[in-house]
């Protein structure tokens, strides 16, 4: 059994193609730059090393196109029928009021997707966009949709809530919904493993460290909060996201500036601020931040700082709220392949039981590992995620619910 994964981005399409008897991924890469004169499609199998190549994609179909013809190709492809294909999972970065599960692509399911459109404009036309265009390249295949947002949505009506006039969560559906929810059911999953519990009884902060960040509170396998919120600007500070700010600050900029469109300041909070604002580093690349604060720069040493006391914080609240928790989750690019941010974040929680051991801290390693101390009360892991997995076990779910 083969499941294809699609990732459709505002100017990317992401795939990869998974043997479902092993687990293994077998295929990969993205066409990026899409519309653009320099895009270009990215490849590789198991066997062929990655192959990067010029193209001319003008929208989603086309890339979708593309790639479909090139895992079918007689000499480089990983299939020989698209009936190898059992399903096509695609992942979707926010489900709204709609979905709170994985759910088989239908008229109807297009229909609500398209009702979430005002809730992530930058995302969910792209994400439809590749429905319809595996559903023409790929007939008879079924889809599922796989939502971020899906594995958060057993917050409680307190936790999920804002405190605003009903009519905006009743008519505008204005709420925390959370995000990188595939990561963190995956991690908490192996976290269950590695810990021996049950993954319903398993108590659990995950936190998800990349360019974009959450933390997430998880109550006997089940999310009861997170960071992020009605979008993914809340929470932490990020890459180049600027994280929870007093929201009086929004109207202090638009009455300084009125000439800010509201495109100009969601510009600015999602893309001009955050560790790149304050480092001065394009792009907020940690890498970059942490090499530059080794070498005395005080601008990436505030940034870095930043970014971990915010993790901190949210660490903290949520072992509070837990009353205790059976392990810590690092995951995702920060969290799984920096050592100085894992040991700032746990650093002088001691009193906590949180107790990071350097010497299994520094080394780098591909694979799930515990961190912390052999007297550490809470223990510490490091898990890489691995959502494009998630996703086909959720899209198999699925379909097996149809049968």
């Known amino acids: 059994m083969k499941v294809l994964v699609v990732n459709c981005g505002s100017s990317s399409v992401k ?25 270009f499609y990215k490849r590789q199998t198991i066997t062929v090393p990655q192959v990067k190549s010029a193209c001319k994609v003008a929208n989603h179909f086309e890339a979708i196109q593309m790639i479909i013809t090139d895992l079918l190709d007689s000499k480089t492809g990983s299939i020989k029928d698209i009936k190898d294909i059992a399903v096509v999972g695609h992942r979707v970065v926010h489900g709204g009021y709609k979905f709170s599960k994985p759910v088989l692509v239908s008229e109807q399911v297009k229909k609500d997707l398209k009702e979430c459109y005002s809730i992530a404009p930058l995302h969910t036309p792209h994400h439809y966009a590749g429905i319809e265009a595996i559903e023409k390249m790929l007939p008879g295949i079924p889809s599922v949709l796989v939502f971020d947002t899906a594995f958060h949505q057993t917050m409680p009506d307190y936790a999920y809530r804002y405190a605003i006039p009903s009519e905006y969560y009743g008519q505008d559906h204005v709420r925390k919904y959370g995000m990188h929810g595939t990561s963190h059911k995956y991690v908490a999953q192996i976290a269950a493993k590695m810990l021996n519990k049950d993954k319903n009884e398993v108590n659990l902060v995950t936190c998800h460290l990349g360019n974009g960040s959450s933390v997430t509170a998880i109550k006997n ?27 009086a600050v929004i109207v202090h900029i638009l009455s300084k500036y009125p ?4 495109d100009e300041l969601n510009n600015l909070l999602n893309k001009q601020s955050g560790v790149a604002a304050v480092s001065g580093i394009k792009g907020g690349d940690m890498r970059e931040v942490e090499d530059a604060m080794l070498k005395g720069d005080k601008k990436a040493e505030l940034a870095f700082n930043m970014l971990c006391y915010s993790a901190k914080k949210f660490l903290c609240a949520y072992y509070g709220i837990l009353n205790g928790v059976d392990g810590i989750v690092f995951t995702a690019g920060i969290g799984e392949n920096s050592p100085l941010t894992r040991e700032k974040v746990c650093e002088g929680l001691d009193n906590l039981g949180i107790k990071i051991d350097k010497s299994l801290n520094e080394p780098r390693s591909s694979k799930e590992r515990f961190i912390s101390t052999d007297d550490s009360k809470v223990k510490v892991m490091v898990i890489p995620t691995n959502e494009e997995l998630m ?6 779910d699925v379909l097996n619910e149809k049968k």
Request: net charge negative; glycine share 12%.
């Open 15 to 39: 795939y990869s193609l998974f043997d479902m008897q092993t687990e293994a991924k077998i295929a990969w890469g993205i066409v990026e730059c899409i519309g653009l004169e320099e895009s």
């Open 221 to 247: 396998g089940k999310v009861i909060d997170t960071s992020m919120g009605f979008t993914p600007l809340a929470g932490l500070v990020m890459g180049t996201r600027c994280g929870d700010i007093d929201p």
């Open 259 to 262: 000439k800010m469109t509201s």
């Open 391 to 396: 996703i086909t076990k959720e899209s198999i």
